[in-house]
């Protein structure tokens, strides 16, 4: 039985916004199919489950019945799985898409990789959303039928091609007295590592190897609640920060990218967690900032750009 080796990547400039997705099949080394498409609007999480679908229709159309997908996108990576429910109704029928073709193969195996490994699936999506055209050569193109319209706003639907139209997110909007007019809430929790670093170019002792308790806290915000009244679950969110800090515990943070290349500073270090917790969380929220604390007096706090 040959295996075939998917890596798919899917991104978003704004969260929702502009979107791409891409996906590289390569055989007995060899590389056999590739492609990029540009989505309408969507989130990063859409646009994952999008490459997914495009590059799992491409395997079945070359004729593999054995396939290990790589995709770098934890949340993905754990919903297939099964380590993590989707709770997201937008997410849902994308899910229950994918599901479907993997069981058109006799094996499958869904890893989880880091994002350096999977350069080439992510060029492709920008490409095409630079473009915003198809490019690579791909066996099967995308179904178009996978979206209507766009997927960023609340009452926006997503056609999957089987079974009609569905919400792109299940969000009721509380009532204006209880919904406190146009607020937002906000959302924090809290976690640590322990690790060691050295910073490059450093003019002191820090540019030396040296440890820290790192200290985390995150703050997602929303100005919608969910259909119980919770903008976020705090154990949902305690489980997304977790899987983000996994690969810095206990760890020497230079070796780990992009800090093989960037500087491992409090400032890079609270941005590149941003954004990597902003690709697990449910895309109804958005990261509004990270603190970390190198000691328990000096903090630094990061806050990303509002689209």
Same mark, same amino acid.
């Given at each position: 039985?040959?295996?075939?080796?998917?890596?798919?990547?899917?991104?978003?400039?704004?969260?929702?916004?502009?979107?791409?997705?891409?996906?590289?099949?390569?055989?007995?080394?060899?590389?056999?199919?590739?492609?990029?498409?540009?989505?309408? %609007?969507?989130?990063?999480?859409?646009?994952?489950?999008?490459?997914?679908? $495009?590059?799992?229709?491409?395997?079945?159309? #070359?004729?593999?019945?054995?396939?290990?997908? *790589?995709?770098?996108?934890?949340?993905?990576?754990?919903?297939?799985?099964? *380590?993590? *429910?989707?709770?997201?109704?937008?997410?849902?029928?994308?899910?229950? /898409?994918?599901?479907?073709? &993997?069981?058109?193969?006799?094996?499958?195996?869904?890893?989880?990789?880091?994002? %350096?490994?999977? @350069?080439?699936?992510?060029?492709?999506?920008?490409?095409?959303?630079?473009?915003?055209?198809?490019?690579? +050569?791909?066996?099967?193109?995308?179904?178009?039928? !996978?979206? +209507?319209?766009?997927?960023?706003? @609340?009452?926006?639907?997503?056609?999957?091609?089987?079974?009609? @139209?569905?919400?792109?997110?299940?969000?009721?909007?509380?009532?204006?007295?209880?919904?406190?007019?146009?607020?937002?809430?906000?959302?924090?929790?809290?976690?640590?590592?322990?690790?060691?670093?050295?910073?490059?170019?450093?003019?002191? %002792?820090?540019? @030396? #190897?040296?440890?820290?308790? $790192?200290?985390? %806290?995150?703050?997602?915000?929303?100005?919608?609640?969910?259909?119980?009244?919770?903008?976020?679950?705090?154990?949902? !969110?305690?489980?997304?920060?977790?899987?983000?800090?996994?690969?810095?515990?206990?760890?020497?943070?230079?070796?780990?990218?992009?800090?093989? /290349?960037?500087?491992?500073?409090?400032?890079? #270090?609270? =941005?590149?967690?941003?954004? *990597? &917790?902003?690709?697990?969380?449910?895309? =109804?929220?958005?990261?509004?900032?990270?603190?970390?604390?190198?000691?328990?007096?000096? /903090?630094?706090?990061?806050?990303?750009?509002?689209?």
């Amino acid at each position: 039985m040959t295996r075939a080796i998917l890596s798919t990547d899917g991104g978003s400039r704004g969260n929702p916004g502009p979107a791409g997705a891409g996906f590289v099949i390569v055989v007995n080394g060899e590389t056999v199919s590739s492609g990029g498409w540009p989505l309408p %609007e969507c989130t990063n999480n859409v646009a994952e489950y999008a490459a997914l679908i $495009w590059g799992l229709e491409n395997v079945i159309a #070359l004729g593999y019945d054995d396939v290990h997908v *790589r995709t770098d996108s934890e949340l993905l990576a754990r919903q297939i799985s099964g *380590r993590y *429910r989707v709770k997201n109704a937008g997410l849902k029928p994308l899910f229950a /898409k994918t599901l479907s073709l &993997l069981r058109e193969f006799e094996r499958f195996e869904v890893e989880h990789v880091p994002r %350096e490994q999977n @350069a080439h699936a992510d060029t492709l999506a920008n490409e095409a959303m630079d473009g915003c055209c198809l490019v690579g +050569d791909y066996s099967s193109a995308p179904n178009e039928g !996978l979206f +209507d319209g766009h997927c960023a706003e @609340a009452d926006t639907l997503i056609d999957v091609g089987s079974g009609g @139209a569905v919400p792109a997110m299940s969000v009721r909007a509380m009532p204006a007295d209880d919904a406190g007019a146009a607020g937002t809430y906000g959302l924090s929790v809290k976690s640590h590592f322990d690790a060691a670093h050295h910073l490059y170019d450093y003019p002191g %002792e820090c540019r @030396a #190897l040296h440890g820290h308790t $790192w200290d985390v %806290e995150v703050t997602v915000e929303s100005s919608e609640l969910d259909e119980i009244g919770l903008v976020y679950d705090f154990k949902s !969110l305690k489980a997304d920060l977790a899987a983000v800090l996994h690969d810095y515990d206990h760890a020497l943070i230079n070796e780990i990218a992009p800090f093989d /290349k960037v500087s491992p500073t409090a400032e890079n #270090l609270a =941005r590149v967690i941003c954004e *990597r &917790l902003q690709t697990v969380v449910s895309p =109804r929220v958005r990261v509004k900032e990270v603190a970390v604390w190198e000691s328990p007096v000096a /903090k630094l706090v990061y806050r990303p750009k509002v689209p």
